[in-house]
């Protein structure tokens, strides 16, 4: 491979903002592919604001790149096709298409011997009774694809099931009793560096905090580094993978996985020398991974909506470190930045 000076973000969001700092940090320069607003432009040395069906903008931007990576999994499939054709995409094609549908996701990780909810194919709304009586109730039904934050999911309890109006999964609910994520990253040389797992709270589906240490014996946690780099070296991955795990009483349970920088591996930019944004920089550039050792005790919280109006506030507190994303309209349900607190 030739020496990577330029990366190619798919998505401009704040995934591809914090992972453009990162990489200008390290002396590289980020292009930025996004149909719509991208925060991430403000500080990214290109920006390409084009629909992904554009195969002129695709072409140049690619052409303008050493590597291509994303921060938003659901890019369409012909998109995709184009650029792989002129550079190569970290991580892998094979991450993507596990991870853009949840009933290729729960099969794969079965296939490699790891535990899911129980989960049954609902092709269209005709097939959700018989799903119902193979899973049982309480249960979720979720939609195949572009789920993210608890949207496009029904919960099926006693009464009459509502569908979801797309191709779906019917998981049986899981009673844990925490939830958890794992942020690996692995190098092209196969290299795998695992951050502390961290505990993570939502509130209506949408991530709420993430605490570091997570407080769960060390055996567990061993189990859920253990459990993401099977899955990365399965996928023969490049990059920053987030796997999200729920805590039973039977052992540790796969929710989903997210080919890339993950929310609830933010308190790593104040936890760690090495973040997972660099990380992540470090191993689509072909670099050596960092040290990604924990160094301090982090409770990371998302600003979200009005939560902007702390700012004043967070702006004077100590041992806070503060990240907006610049996005303009503070709407409810909107991630527009979150606060790193050290605490110990
Ligand atoms: P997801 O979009 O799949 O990450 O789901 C969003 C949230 O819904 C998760 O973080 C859990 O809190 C909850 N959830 C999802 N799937 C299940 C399940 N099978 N059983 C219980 N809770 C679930």
């Given at each position: ?89 970290r ?19 079965n296939?490699?011997?790891l ?44 009464g ?19 939830e ?9 040389d ?5 951050f ?83 990380q ?65």
């Open positions: 491979m030739t020496e990577i000076r330029t990366i190619g973000i798919l998505g401009g969001g704040q995934l591809g903002r914090m992972l453009s700092v990162a990489a200008s940090r390290l002396g590289l320069r980020c292009h930025i592919y996004e149909p719509g607003a991208a925060p991430a432009g403000d500080v990214a040395w290109r920006v390409t604001t084009a629909l992904y069906e554009d195969e002129a903008a695709l072409r140049a931007f690619a052409e303008s790149v050493d590597v291509i990576t994303y921060e938003f999994e659901n890019v369409p499939t012909s998109a995709l096709d184009l650029l792989e054709s002129l550079r190569a995409i991580p892998n094609r094979r991450a993507l298409a596990v991870s853009q549908d949840r009933l290729t996701e729960k099969t794969f990780l296939e490699i011997g535990a899911t909810a129980p989960f049954a194919d609902v092709p269209d709304k005709a097939a959700l009774p018989a799903a119902i009586d193979a899973i049982g109730r309480p249960s979720i039904l979720k939609t195949r694809r572009m789920g993210y934050d608890g949207k496009g999911q029904v919960r099926i309890e006693d009459p099931a509502d569908w979801t109006g797309a191709p779906s999964v019917l998981e049986g609910f899981v009673n844990f009793s925490a958890i994520s794992v942020i690996i990253a692995r190098g092209a196969g290299q795998v560096a695992a502390d797992p961290g505990l993570n709270v939502h509130e209506g589906g949408i991530l709420r905090t993430t605490t570091v240490p997570c407080g769960l014996p060390g055996k567990l946690t061993t189990d859920a580094v253990l459990i993401a780099a099977r899955i990365a070296n399965a996928l023969d991955y490049v990059g920053v993978l987030g796997v999200e795990l729920f805590v039973t009483p039977d052992g540790l349970i796969v929710n989903e996985i997210a080919p890339r920088v993950h929310n609830s591996g933010h308190w790593t930019q104040a936890g760690c020398v090495v973040d997972q944004f660099e992540h920089i470090r191993a689509v550039a072909g670099l050596p991974l960092g040290d990604g050792k924990r160094h301090a005790d982090v409770v990371m919280e998302n600003l979200i909506g009005d939560d902007m109006a702390r700012v004043p506030q967070l702006l004077t507190s100590h041992a806070v470190q503060l990240h907006l994303y610049g996005k303009g309209d503070a709407r409810p349900g909107r991630k527009m930045g979150h606060v790193n607190r050290i605490v110990g």
